[in-house]
C-alpha cells in the first residue's frame, strides 16, 4: 500500500505541518511490514501538475496545510487548480486532508473544511474526510508535555489509517477540540491575554532580530 | 472614497470579467471615486514563506521586497478593497489568494478575543471594508457561493472589517455601485 504524503506548508520541510506527518507517519508505520510513504512538499515543485501523477500512483493520500487567511495557503490553491478538468473515478485513490492552524479553536479551519469537502466531490475522488487540529503555531517551542498528547493522536491516525483504510472519527473529534473556547477558558485566556505570557512567543523573537522596539511599527501610515 | 480593486483573475481571455471590472471601476469614477484597479497577473508577487518575518524581524513590513508592497499601501489607504476574481475550482484564483496571504503584515501577531474568539490585534487605526466579486464556474452552485462568501467573511474578522458584499458578475454594475454607495463609510 503506498501512502503519500503532499505537504502545503510554504514552510517545507522546517514546516509545524511536518512535525505532524513525521508522528502520523510513525503511527503507519507501526502496522505496514513494507512502508511505503514518500511525502511531497508542494513548495519545492514549481510545476504543481506533478503531483497529478504522485496522486496517480498512490493507494491513499494526505493534502496537510496550515490555515493561511482563513484558506488554503496561496501556494496550496495553485496545486488545487491543477484538478481543472481532471477526474479520479477511475482510480483507487482515497484522499485525505489535514488543516492545522495557529489559532487555538478548530472553528477558524471548519469553512476551509467545508470547501475540501465540495473539492473532494467536484475530482470525484474517495475521500477520507478532513482532520481539522488547531494550536499547532509554536510547536516546536512547546515544551513536550504540552504537544505529547496531540502528537500521540496524530501517531494513533496514522496507525488507524494502515489498518482500517479510513480516519478515524473519534481521533478527529478528540484532535478538533477545543471547537470553541468554554467559558472557563475563556475566564482564563482574558487573565492570560493580560500578561507578557502571552506575547513571550513573539517578543522573544523580535527581540533576537532587534525588532522589539518597533513591534508597533506602521510602515504604510502618512506622516 | 477611494477604492482598491484587487483583480485576480489570471487569464487574459476572461474577456466578460475584464470588462465588467472595467465597467465598474468607470461607473465609480464618474460619481468621483478614486477607484485603483490592480491586475495580480501583471505584479511581481512572491508567494508568503510563513517566516513570519513581516512580524518579528521588519515589524508591519514583508521581507521579500516585491510588488506586494505598493500594494499594501494603497489597501491601508482605502476606504473599501475589493477581492475581484474568476472561480477556479470552487474558490477564487491562486493569484489572489498569494496576494492575501499577503495581507498579514498589516495585522499583528498578538492576539485578542473578537466575539469569543482568538483573533490577531490591529496594527493600524482603520482598515477598508471589503467586497468580493467572482465569476463563476459552469458548475459553481449555491453552495459553491456560500462556501466562498463565509471563507472571506471570516478573514473580515481577521482584517478588522466586514465584508460588505459577495457578488457575481452577473450582477449589473449598476446594482454594485448602489452598494458601495450604501456602505461608504
Redesign the interface.
Known sequence: MKLSIING???GKS?NSKVLTDRFQQGFCSVESHCDIQEYFI?SFSDPGKLIEVLENSDLAIVIF?L????????V??F??V??GYTFQNTNLKLGFIVQSG???A??SR??K??LN??AK?IGIEYLGTIIKGGVEGIKAQPGWMTKRYLQLFYDLGQHLALDWEFSDDIARRLARPE??SKFT?VL??FF?KTRM??YF?DQ??K??N?YE?????????P | MKITILNGNPDTQKKDFESYLDDLALALDDLGMEVTTITLREKDIH??????GC???????CVIPDDSIEI??EI??SDLLVFASPL????T??LL?????K??P?V??????VN????HIK??KEYPKLALIYSPEP?TDT??IQ??T??YQ??AI?FKSELVFSQSIETSAEKLVHEIIHHQR
Open positions: 506548508s510554504p514552510r514546516s513548495r496550515p493561511y487567511t482563513d484558506a488554503m495557503p496561496g501556494i490553491k495553485r488545487f487548480e484538478f481543472q489559532f487555538p479553536e472553528h477558524h469553512y476551509i467545508l470547501y465540495k473539492l467536484r470553541h473556547l475563556l485566556y482574558r491575554l502571552a506575547t513573539w523573537q523580535m533576537q532580530n525588532a518597533n513591534r508597533f511599527a506602521q510602515p504604510y501610515s502618512k | 508567494s508568503c514563506t510563513g517566516c513570519w512580524w518579528v524581524k521588519t515589524p508591519g513590513e499594501r499601501n491601508i489607504h477556479i475550482m470552487g474558490f484564483s491562486a489568494k498569494i496576494m492575501q496571504d495581507l498579514i498589516l499583528h501577531p498578538y492576539i485578542e478575543l469569543n474568539e482568538c483573533h496594527r493600524y458548475d453552495e459553491d462556501i466562498v463565509h471563507i471570516r478573514l481577521n
